[in-house]
């Protein structure tokens, strides 16, 4: 089969001829519809995830929607070593495949995987959002941000921030935030913080740390719960412990491989029946397994659009 190979840690994935997955006891073959790139990806094939070792000659990709042989379509990350989504044919083990309704966009299912997950499990499992309550979404303007916006609206939030730079604001904007954070400039933040929100916050979704973090606590409500996500902005911030203690702040760390699995199967439930409904839109970037190595490197710079890899 056609694969995205990779050949040694850190290296660019190539496409090439790869051994066929075969099935076995609790384990189908299905073949490639869409598969979401995420910067998880690089983490993995760069061998950085501590719990999921990468040994080369491996294929790359940990998402995808594929098709099994009796026309079903399933969501599945993380398929067996030492393959992965980027290529034709994909193992699915059984236990882990999560259905995929018919009439929702294989490229979006594929999205709302990684991208939409960690957003509505940070809101829904790990801080319990309430309605009315006030989102605030560092970050708002990547996919997942803007996922995160739309599930927070789905959830109940009364109002929702999105706290982003560059064009990333635009794209923050356009998901239907309440208002939006110029996170440009550091000294603007403390003010552009209390004026989106003069109530202030009671849930965070963090996906940036960095010289935002300690701002944002400082505009969090009593009893606020910070949940902390990703880096994108630096993986060290210097927050003031005053900004905890007297906020009674609870702050949680929430990743995709240590989410439970029938926490994630659930969550995915919910993501396509509002999908289903027309309730989350993102702009995607379809391209082909073909040109994976071009795709790589704009995933690792930074795409504007979620990259889609189809076969």
């Known amino acids: 089969m056609r694969a995205a190979v990779v050949r040694r840690p850190g290296d660019t994935p190539a496409v090439e001829e790869f ?3 075969q099935p076995g006891p609790g384990l189908s073959v299905g ?6 790139l995420n910067p998880l990806d ?5 061998n950085q995830i501590p719990n999921r070792p990468f040994q080369p000659p491996a294929v790359a990709g940990y998402e995808a929607v594929v098709q099994l042989g009796d026309g079903t379509r399933w969501y599945l990350a993380g398929p067996p070593a030492p393959y992965g989504t980027l290529a034709e044919l994909v193992p699915v083990p059984d236990s ?5 309704p018919a009439d929702v966009d294989a490229g979006l299912a594929a999205a709302l995987g990684v ?21 605030l979404v560092l970050g708002a303007g990547g996919s997942a941000g803007q996922l995160a916006m739309q599930s927070a609206r789905i959830l109940g ?5 999105g ?3 560059g064009q990333a604001l635009q794209q923050a904007a356009d998901r239907g935030a309440d208002a939006v954070v110029d996170l440009a400039d550091d000294q603007a933040i403390d ?11 009671d849930v965070i979704v963090d996906f940036l740390w960095g010289a935002s973090a300690p701002a944002a606590m400082n505009h969090a409500n009593l009893g606020g719960r910070y949940i902390q996500v990703g880096n994108a902005a630096g993986a060290t911030s210097t927050i003031n412990a005053a900004a905890i203690r007297n906020k009674q702040l609870t702050i949680v760390g929430q990743g995709t491989v240590g989410t439970p699995a029938e926490v994630r199967r659930a969550a995915y439930a919910e993501l396509m029946r509002h999908a289903i409904d027309g309730e989350f839109s993102l702009d995607l970037e379809q391209t082909r397994l073909d040109d994976i190595s071009q795709t790589w490197e704009q995933l690792k710079t930074g795409a504007l659009r979620k990259l889609v890899v189809t076969p």
């Open 19 to 21: 051994a066929d997955p």
């Open 31 to 36: 073949t490639l519809v869409a598969a979401a």
């Open 42 to 46: 690089v983490l993995l094939v760069n």
């Open 96 to 100: 882990v495949g999560f259905d995929v």
């Open 115 to 135: 991208a939409g997950l960690v957003g509505w499990v940070s809101l829904d499992y790990r801080a319990h959002l309430q309605t009315g309550e006030t989102v």
């Open 157 to 161: 939030a009364g109002r929702v921030v």
């Open 163 to 165: 706290a982003a730079r």
């Open 191 to 201: 003010a552009g913080l209390a004026a989106a929100a003069p109530g202030g916050y």
